[in-house]
């Protein structure tokens, strides 16, 4: 990640060009949910016969499992310690981000837990080992993917390479920017992966509605419309209620300042689409100029919220339609787990699905057959995960900027009142200024 730091107008272009490919991407995705279903619905033996192409999307995912967890935690440890450096404000933004992403975790457990989404599916646990029974070519292709590597002890092994590093001081720099570079690697083939999701996605749903009929139609869409309803409520009445006790900030008033942010990634299912402008747009709010350098690209790693959300109700959807719900103990479990591996879901396409399957292969391994369920929604969730991430670290740049007294109240007033529009020329500059002076860990996609 630290390598990518010196990058300025070029990545603004690569961006550009590749939103397109990310809008086929996501058009491939729906087309081929609609397909699958209705392969499932109208021809139950046929869909169930897909169920490969579902499996072998699962698996390579899981084989990148374990590299994610490692570079990303390892990376993080040493972020957390350079944002730490910066003194009052890092500290203050980072104890808030990991209290507001375990609250996030939090509501996700309970809001599944009042819904129970995917129970009664009682799909068939995924066995790792069990060979194709139709076809010994399907069996051949699905056994050339690399097997398992241990989600917990690659996650402890990464907690201690992390420390030790900080610790090394100047000595582990450059063993930091080798990781860095190998996650981008790593990075590089999630998204040829995710290249994959429509053939995944096909397989998976129509494999389930083969088997189950119209109810997993039903129980996908229960759970989107949980999700977006989560989320809302979130946004308004905690981020909301925090806003307006802390700053005498109205949310609503908030959003309507950054609506063209809204529509942009609205539009793209990424929140890194709009941190240019966010950076430009909160400095012209009011809040001074180290606070957003520091409290934005931080928070596009380490505040997460619609992610966490997403995580803990995707658990308890895929735990419900497998038949095998988790007791309260596995939910705290998983609970602690997710806050360590969240941190490392702020990757490209297809983080947040490997962070999803790291957890349940963590606890639960039999549980990863259900992850397929997921490819097929996923995307349709991608909006409500970036909006939530984008207000998440928009309403925490401003609060920490009141708890440190570095926010103009009156700037604030004039600006969410319209009477000093936002001056789009400024941006880019504003942009490059602050992000040269950031000490914190390279943004990256916060739709994951």
Not at 86 to 115: C, D, E, P, Q, R
Not at 148 to 156: M, Q
Request: with cysteine; charged share 10%.
């Amino acid at each position: 990640m630290a390598s990518q730091r010196g990058e300025s107008a070029a990545p603004v272009k690569a961006g550009r060009k590749g939103l397109d490919k990310s809008h086929y991407l996501y058009i491939a995705v729906i087309a081929a949910v609609i397909l699958g279903a209705l392969v499932g619905l109208l021809f139950p033996e046929v869909g169930k016969s897909l169920k490969p192409l579902g499996d072998g999307f699962i698996k390579l995912i899981k084989m990148m499992i374990a590299p994610i967890i490692f570079c990303t935690i390892v990376l993080g440890i040493g972020s957390i310690a350079k944002a730490a450096t910066v003194g009052k404000v890092g500290g203050l933004a980072l104890g808030y981000f990991v209290l507001m992403s375990t609250f996030a975790l939090g509501i996700g457990l309970v809001v599944g837990n009042l819904i129970h989404p995917g129970e009664g599916l009682k799909l068939a646990p995924y066995d790792p080992n069990k060979k194709a029974e139709t076809d010994s070519t399907v069996a051949f292709l699905l056994g050339i993917i690399p097997g398992d590597i241990p989600v917990l002890p690659t996650l402890f092994a990464a907690i201690l390479v992390g420390f030790a590093l900080q610790k090394m001081g100047a000595q582990g720099a450059p063993v930091l920017r080798a990781i860095g570079h190998g996650q981008a690697v790593v990075f590089r083939i999630l998204i040829m992966i995710m290249w994959l999701a429509p053939v995944g996605a096909f397989g998976a749903i129509a494999a389930v509605v083969g088997a189950t009929g119209f109810q997993a139609i039903v129980s996908m869409f229960t759970l989107m419309a949980a999700f977006y309803i989560t989320c809302a409520l979130f946004i308004v009445v905690i981020l909301g209620g925090l806003l307006q006790v802390v700053a005498g900030v109205n949310i609503f008033k908030l959003m309507k300042y950054l609506a063209r942010e809204y529509l942009l990634i609205f539009s793209t299912s990424s929140s890194e689409a709009a941190l240019p402008r966010l950076i430009a747009k909160l400095e012209h709010l009011g809040v001074s100029k180290p606070v957003v350098g520091v409290t934005v690209p931080t928070g596009y790693s380490f505040n997460l919220d619609g992610t966490a959300i997403y995580l803990t109700m995707a658990s308890l959807f895929v735990a419900n339609a497998m038949g095998t719900p988790l007791d309260l103990g596995a939910q705290v479990s998983l609970l602690i787990f997710m806050i360590i591996a969240s941190k490392g879901a702020a990757g490209v396409t297809g983080a947040g699905l490997a962070t999803l399957a790291a957890g349940l292969q963590a606890h639960k391994p039999e549980l990863l057959g259900g992850v397929g369920m997921i490819v097929g929604i996923d995307r349709f969730m991608s909006e409500a995960r970036a909006l939530t991430n984008f207000t998440g670290n928009a309403v925490a740049t401003v609060l920490i900027g009141t708890w440190v007294k570095e926010i103009d109240g009156e700037q604030v007033g004039r600006v969410l009142s319209g009477e000093e529009p936002f001056d789009e020329q400024t941006m880019i500059a504003t942009h490059h200024g602050v992000q040269e002076e950031t000490p914190a860990q390279q943004p990256v996609p916060a739709n994951a």
